[in-house]
Every structure is written in C-alpha cells, then in structure tokens.
C-alpha cells in the first residue's frame, strides 16, 4: 500500500512519466483490487519492455482500471477482466463491459460533454494540452477500449 501512496504523492507534481514507472503502480494498485475483489476482477498487462521507456501521463492506466470498476459489476458470475496492452504506438486499456452499465455512464450527471465520464474527459484534455494528440475511446457492443498515444 506504500508504494501506492509513494506513487501517487511523487507523480502529482509530474506532467509525463515512464511506461515502466506507470506500470508498476499500476500492479501494486491491482494487488490490493486483487484483495478487494478476489477473483471477481482480472487484470492482464502484457507491455514489452521495449515500451518501458515510453512516456505517458501520471495516473493515466489507474483511471481507466477504476473507471471499467466504477461503471460496470464486479461479479464473481461474470468477472471483470481489464487487460493492457500495446500496440501501433499506443498503450490500449480494453475491458468488457455490461451494455446497461454503459448506458447509466452515457446518461449520467457525472458525463463530461463528450457522454463519458468526467474523468476521461480530463485525461482527453490533459493529452491534448501536453502533447496536442487525442485518446481514441471506442464503446462495443462487449468491449470498451481506450487508446492512449506515447507521449514524444
């Protein structure tokens, strides 16, 4: 739990980070979902190293991990599996998605103008203001995805 508290105090006075640095807050974040919510909530990361070095915002992955948790069940019937991976310079954060949990997100007071949560539409325009490149957010019928350019 330190190295979660540690990560959040440090990355707050940053702009950017390293894909490595992100992503080990990132598993020690998972670790205490993983206590949370047993095996109710999967996470799968699978970021070749050569990525590591790679620049992203601070907090950018634990948003959209809490996000997919936020808005959708956590059951033990139907587990919520969140899996981060990279490709095509982007590091992508997909996780499945129950259609009436999206709805209540879509219709929500907590939507930004865009129809999704306020806290995409902050990672939307931190992206924008520190390397003027937008996140790509697709919502399927099963899956919701978010694309997460590398930073240059």
């Known amino acids: 739990m ?11 006075e940053k702009d950017i980070v390293i894909v490595k640095e992100e992503l080990d807050f990132l598993q020690a974040y998972a670790f205490l979902l993983g206590k ?16 590591h070095a790679s620049k992203i ?20 019937s139907a587990p919520l599996v969140v899996d981060v991976f990279a490709d095509d310079f982007k590091i992508i954060v997909r996780n499945n998605i129950r259609r ?3 709805n209540r997100v879509a219709t929500s007071e907590h939507a930004g103008n865009d129809g999704f949560g306020i806290g995409l539409a902050n990672l939307q325009k931190r992206y924008h203001l ?12 099963d ?6 350019p590398i930073i240059k």
């Open 36 to 51: 949370r919510f047993g095996t109710k909530f999967k996470l799968n990361i699978d970021i070749p190293d050569e990525w």
């Open 143 to 148: 899956v919701f995805v978010v694309k997460l």
């Open 130 to 141: 520190l390397a003027n490149q937008e996140i790509i957010i697709e919502n399927k019928p």
């Open 2 to 12: 330190s190295q979660v508290y540690r990560y959040i105090l440090e990355s707050a």
């Open 57 to 76: 915002p601070p907090m950018a992955l634990q948003l959209l991990v809490e996000n997919a948790i936020q808005h959708n069940a956590v059951l033990e």
């Open 100 to 102: 009436d949990a999206m």
